[in-house]
């Protein structure tokens, strides 16, 4: 058993966006021989979803361990798919942020559908719901060693599951430990029948799925007792007793039948783990857990318990607040996931260098006539393997493309020398109007091992898409005062001069509490360059009682094009009082507040209170503390005051802007130009 690590994950600014590396999910129908002419019916054409990681398609000598995941009783392959706060999470996104953390090697995950006419398969042989042990282990074990380039060893093998997949994944790696080599079972479903299945909790539902005689209202019934008859057609079959084309254990008045309940212990987990201890010490690691509240929990401690008294120091225990299903994500990505990736060998090195995340600075418009696009991408080569890094930037209407090299010298926007964060700027000037994306792309020339981060919606060079004006409607009044309740339009124009930019939203938002917006987002449609277009429907926003004097508020404004933001204004909203009481109001302390809006485009607005008459200076610096422009420099009585600063001769980047009274206050704060 080969020992995994751990790759280091680097954090990156505040001011840029992530992407990260991205396994791929196929969904794939399988024909399965094991089940084909199976007494119920079911299709021996099966839906399996193949999870592939990051640098499958790549690199071609690479092979990976695989893990196969069973699902639970009323699940199918796409169970693990889902997203639910309470129930389970999203694989993939689980797998994804794993890899990029660098806390699991890339493995292949393989879930397929066992779901059949009676809601679940256990996983077992029968002559009346199919042979769906060997639809697992043999036909899907087969396909996956044959059609993708896995590891075909049981050392690079795993089973996992939930619920009756728990006990699914415990049952089939204990009676071949020649193709896996470690089991990771969830809340396990029948793995001591007497403790599950003739439990207060269940037994009541055995009685009355063995007093049935009426298989039509089979789907409505409730899931207990419809587990009962998936029970009796797995673990005591009889093709000659319809409806349900199996026995049951009791009686109509519930006593045990021992000769039938003889043949479900032949299932049973607990019962018949004694004849296989030889197989169990030949795996590497059994893993059994539960969740306390779960009506299970005290079936599988009872199993775990067993093994250990085996002396089976293979077997773990684990437990959880929570009961059936709860947390089952969280589970998955905490503990099963890098649990294999410890437990299962692979091919891959942990000094094979790949770029794990991309950062790309703001803004989302790039303007083709001065602005330049800095890129950044965090490299993962511990040993300084040579390699090449670039970026490949195509457009998504245009189809142009361009192949920027990156680099860590510490003179191409890349921090510093040799750190691993590899970069590159690029001036846009020659691009046609487009939403282009960016596709990071890493050769090791070492190990000759390629990989990528996908394609991410990275920017755009269309318009810009400005807001005009707003438009009042409802009530003729366009001024705003205290107490209002605003109704309006919103005009945006697009500065551009070819290309249209497409199904354009806007979203309104404010960051001054006073301001309440109601309806916060329209849409446009598509906006051709050149054109101005009203929204389709209005805004609306309630003005506080609480301004004492007539008050500029900018609010920013989201525009979007296919649900992406690419471009950042703001509305500006003067607030009118009835009576001007600010000659009256004296604020009690000095206090700078944070400009808005900010980030901004090339306008901000300063403001600033004073409580007494004062000397002041507020200037702008740059990052070098460099002093590059002074907004105030005079005398000035107390109260409030507002500056504005027309930043459009700066470059982009981070400001600081700093005001200084005759009094001894000095406060600095930040601001971010984005062009």
């Known amino acids: 058993m080969n020992k995994k690590f751990l790759l280091p994950f680097l954090i990156v600014l505040s001011l840029c966006i992530q992407v990260f590396a991205q396994g791929t999910m196929i969904y794939e129908t399988v024909h399965i021989p094991s089940l084909e002419g199976n007494f119920l019916g079911d299709s021996p054409d099966r839906e399996v979803n193949i999870y592939l990681p990051p640098g499958y398609t790549e690199n071609q000598n690479y092979a990976y361990p695989v893990i196969y995941l069973l699902h639970g009783f009323l699940g199918t392959h796409d169970y693990w798919l889902q997203l639910s706060p309470d129930l389970y999470h999203d694989i993939q996104s689980s797998l994804d942020n794993l890899y990029v953390r660098g806390e699991i090697q890339p493995m292949i995950v393989v879930m397929p559908n066992s779901y059949n006419k009676w809601h679940g398969s256990w996983y077992v042989n029968s002559i009346a719901t199919g042979n769906w042990e060997d639809y697992i282990v043999e036909d899907l074990v087969e396909y996956m060693d044959t059609n993708y380039r896995t590891l075909p060893h049981k050392d ?6 939930y619920s009756m997949g728990g006990t699914g994944s415990f049952k089939l790696a204990m009676k071949h430990p020649d193709i896996y080599s470690a089991i990771f079972s969830i809340s396990a479903g029948a793995i001591s029948f007497e403790h599950s299945t003739l439990s207060p909790a269940y037994k009541d539902y055995l009685i009355q799925a063995a007093n049935e005689t009426d298989a039509s ?32 254990p009791v009686d109509e008045e519930g006593v045990l039948i021992d000769s039938i309940w003889s043949k479900w212990l032949e299932h049973d987990p607990y019962t018949i783990y004694g004849s296989y201890i030889e197989n169990l010490q030949q795996l590497d690691s059994i893993w059994i857990e539960c969740g306390t509240l779960d009506d299970l929990y005290d079936s599988n401690l009872i199993l775990y318990l067993a093994l250990d008294s085996a002396g089976l120091t293979n077997a773990i225990w684990d437990e959880y607040d929570g009961n059936h299903g709860t947390h089952t994500g969280q589970r998955v990505e905490e503990k099963l996931l ?20 991309m950062q790309y600075l703001f803004p989302a418009f790039i303007n083709k006539e001065g602005d330049s696009l800095i890129i950044n991408t965090t490299l993962h080569n511990p040993e300084g393997h040579p390699v090449n890094v670039y970026a490949m930037i195509t457009g998504e209407q245009s189809a142009s493309t361009d192949s920027i090299p990156l680099y860590d010298d510490g003179q191409h926007e890349d921090s510093l020398t040799n750190d691993n964060i590899w970069g590159n700027a690029r001036w846009v000037s020659d691009l046609k109007e487009d939403i282009f994306n960016i596709t ?34 409802l009530l003729d009044d366009s001024v705003a005062n205290p107490g209002d309740v605003l109704s309006f339009k919103i005009l945006l124009k697009n500065e551009g001069e070819t290309a249209q930019a497409n199904i354009v939203e806007a979203r309104l938002t404010s960051t001054d509490d006073r301001i309440t917006i109601v309806n916060h987002s329209s849409n446009y449609n598509d906006i051709a360059a050149g054109t101005t277009m009203e929204s389709h429907r209005g805004y609306s926003l309630i003005i506080s009682e609480d301004f004492h004097r007539d008050t500029v508020i900018y609010l ?22 009835s009576i001007d009481i600010c000659q009256n109001f004296v604020p009690l302390t000095f206090s700078l507040e944070q400009n808005y809006p900010n980030p901004f485009n090339p306008r901000t607005m300063i403001n600033y209170q004073l409580p007494v008459t004062s000397s002041i200076d507020l200037s702008i610096y740059n990052l070098a503390g460099q002093k590059v422009a002074t907004l105030v420099s005079e005398n000035q009585n107390a109260g409030h005051h507002q500056v504005e600063w027309d930043a459009s001769e700066f470059a982009s980047g981070v400001y600081y802007y700093r005001l200084s ?15």
Do not use: C
């Not at 690079?156 to 599951?161: K, Y």
């Open 338 to 357: 890098p649990y294999f990736s410890e437990i299962l060998d692979g091919d891959f090195s942990k000094s094979t260098a790949m770029a794990r995340s």
């Open 156 to 161: 690079s093998r795993g089973i996992g599951g």
């Open 217 to 248: 209202e089979f789907d409505q019934w409730y899931w207990r007792k419809q587990v009962m008859v998936a029970s009796a057609a797995a673990f005591a079959p009889d093709t000659t007793s319809p409806p349900f084309y199996g026995i049951f």
């Open 440 to 473: 990071i792309n890493t050769y090791d020339e070492m190990e000759e091992y390629k990989s990528n981060l996908l394609p991410v919606r990275a920017f755009t060079t269309i318009g810009p898409i400005q807001y005009i004006d707003w438009i009042p409607y």
């Open 661 to 675: 009274t005759s009094s001894g206050f000095v406060q600095t704060r930040k601001l971010v130009l984005i062009k």
């Open 556 to 577: 920013p404004l989201e525009i979007l094009s296919n649900g992406t933001h690419f471009w950042t204004d703001s509305v500006r909203l003067d607030v009118v009082t």
